[in-house]
C-alpha cells in the first residue's frame, strides 16, 4: 500500500510543508508568495500524486478566468441593484459552473488512492476525498474570491498574489477559509515580519494540535474498549444499525462518542494547520473556540467551523430574501451545508434537522424573554446541556450513512418513554 495513504484523509500532511522551514530564513523578503507559492506546488503530487495536483492546478487557473469574465465589476461605480444586466447574468452563470463542478466530484468515482484507505468506510470515501484533498478548500476559497470581485471587497489580484492564496498548503486541505483581500497580503508579507520566535510559537501550537488527536484516540479508544469491549468503529457501527443490542446506559455513552471524536479530531487538525503555518509566520483565524461552551445552537456557530459559518453568512445568507423570509432563509442555508457534503440522504436528513432546531430555537428566543439574576445560570446551563446533545445528535446524523439516525432516534425515544 502506498505509504502515503494513511496520512491522506487527515490534515497531518500540513507537519510535511516544515521539510521546507530551513530555507526560509534564506528568502528575500520580496520573494516571500513567490517562494510559498513554488513549495506548495511541489508538495501537493507527493501528497496528492502528479494527476490529482494537475487537476487542482487547472482548477485553480480556469477559476481565476472564470472570476474575471463573470464576477469581475464593470469599470465605473458600484452599480445599483435594479434589473438584471448582462453582469449579474454572467455572474449567476459562473456561480452554477463552479457548483456544478463541485457536486459532479461529489457525485463522481472515488480516485483510487482514496479507495484502499484502512478504516474508511466505503459511503464515507467520496466525502474523505472532496474535504482532504484539497477540492473542498479550493471550492470555497474560489466562491470567496468570486463573490468579493463582485462586491469590490477586492481588487484584481496578480497571478502570483492569487496561486499563493489559493494553493498555500499548510490550509490547503483543512482551512481555516481565508479571504483573498487579508491573506494574499499576508503571504506576500509574511517573510518580513517573520522572525525566529515564529518557529518556536509554531512548533508549539502544531504540537499540542497532535497531542490533542492522539489524546482523542486513547479517550474514544478507551472508552470503547472499557465500556464495550470492542474498538470504537464496531461501537459505532451497533449504535447506527442494532441499538437495541445496547443496554441503556451503553447506548447514551455510545451516542456521545462521534461527537467527542469529532471535537478532538477538528480542533487537532486546526491546530496543527495554524502552527504550521504561524512558523512561516503567517497568522491564520482561529476555526474553532471551546464549542462545548456553547449555550444556545446559534452559539455554537461562532465557536465551531467559525470560518465555514462567516462563509456561510457572507456569501449565501446575505444573498437570501433574509429580510422578509429570515426564517427561510436560515433553513435553506443549512440545506445548502447538508448537500454540499455529499449526495446522500443522511446529509440531507442533516440539513433539515440542523436548520429546523435553528428557526426553533430562533422563534422561542424571539417570543421567550431571556431569564435574569440567578435562573439565568440555570437557562446557561441547561442550554449547554442541550446545545451538546443536539451536537452529538447532528455527528450521529453524520455516520449513518444506512439509517440517517432513525434506529438510535427509535432507540432514545423507547428509553425515555419506557425507562430500561
Known amino acids: 500500500m502506498d505509504a502515503l495513504a494513511p496520512l491522506r484523509p487527515t490534515a497531518l500532511p500540513a507537519l510535511l510543508f516544515l521539510l521546507w522551514l530551513p530555507l526560509w530564513p534564506l528568502v528575500q523578503r520580496r520573494h516571500s508568495a513567490l517562494f510559498l507559492t513554488s513549495v506548495s506546488a511541489l508538495t501537493l503530487p507527493a501528497i496528492a500524486g502528479f494527476p490529482m495536483a494537475a487537476v487542482l492546478i487547472a482548477a485553480i487557473v480556469a477559476g481565476r478566468w472564470l472570476t474575471e469574465c463573470c464576477a469581475a465589476p464593470p469599470p465605473g461605480p458600484k452599480p445599483r441593484k435594479t434589473a438584471p444586466t448582462a453582469w449579474s447574468v454572467r455572474f449567476a452563470f459562473g456561480l452554477v459552473v463552479i457548483h456544478a463542478a463541485f457536486l459532479a466530484i461529489l457525485a463522481g468515482p472515488v480516485p483510487y488512492t482514496y479507495m484502499n484507505i484502512e478504516k474508511v468506510r466505503p459511503a464515507d470515501r467520496i466525502g474523505v476525498f472532496v474535504f482532504f484533498s484539497g477540492v473542498g478548500l479550493t471550492f470555497f476559497r474560489l466562491i470567496s474570491y468570486y463573490f468579493d470581485r463582485r462586491r469590490h471587497f477586492v481588487d484584481r489580484l496578480s497571478w502570483g498574489d492569487y496561486l499563493a492564496y489559493m494553493l498555500y498548503f499548510p490550509q490547503f486541505r483543512h482551512g481555516p477559509i481565508e479571504r483573498a483581500d487579508a491573506f494574499a497580503p499576508r503571504i506576500r508579507e509574511a517573510r518580513a515580519r517573520w522572525s525566529p520566535s515564529d518557529i518556536t510559537a509554531g512548533l508549539g501550537r502544531a504540537a499540542f494540535g497532535v497531542g490533542t488527536l492522539v489524546i482523542g ?46 471535537i478532538f479530531m477538528e480542533s487537532g487538525f486546526a491546530s496543527i494547520a495554524l502552527g504550521v503555518s504561524r512558523c512561516y509566520g503567517i497568522v491564520g483565524h482561529e476555526n474553532y473556540d471551546w464549542m462545548i461552551l456553547s449555550r444556545t445552537p446559534r452559539e455554537l456557530w461562532k465557536r465551531w467551523n467559525i470560518t465555514t459559518f462567516t462563509w456561510l453568512r457572507d456569501y449565501l445568507y446575505r444573498e437570501c430574501p433574509r429580510r422578509r423570509f429570515p426564517r427561510l432563509s436560515m433553513f435553506m442555508v443549512f440545506l445548502y451545508v447538508g448537500v454540499i457534503h455529499g449526495l446522500q440522504w443522511r446529509f440531507l436528513t442533516w440539513g433539515v434537522f440542523a436548520g429546523g432546531v435553528m428557526v426553533a430555537w430562533a422563534w422561542v428566543s424571539e417570543r421567550v424573554p431571556a431569564p435574569r439574576g440567578e435562573s439565568a445560570g440555570v437557562a446557561a446551563m441547561a442550554g449547554r446541556v442541550f446545545t451538546f446533545h443536539w451536537c452529538a445528535w447532528l455527528a450521529v446524523i453524520l455516520l449513518d450513512d444506512r439509517h440517517c439516525g432513525w434506529l438510535a432516534a427509535k432507540r432514545f425515544a423507547a428509553i425515555f418513554v419506557g425507562w430500561q
Request: charged share 15%; aromatic share 10%; hydrophobic share 55%.
Open 217 to 262: 484516540g486513547q479517550v474514544v479508544g478507551g472508552m470503547a474498549r472499557y465500556v464495550f469491549g470492542m474498538d470504537p468503529q464496531n461501537v459505532f457501527a451497533t449504535l447506527l444499525n442494532r441499538p437495541d443490542a445496547l443496554a441503556w446506559r451503553e447506548f447514551l455513552i455510545a451516542l456521545h462518542m462521534p461527537i467527542v471524536l469529532l
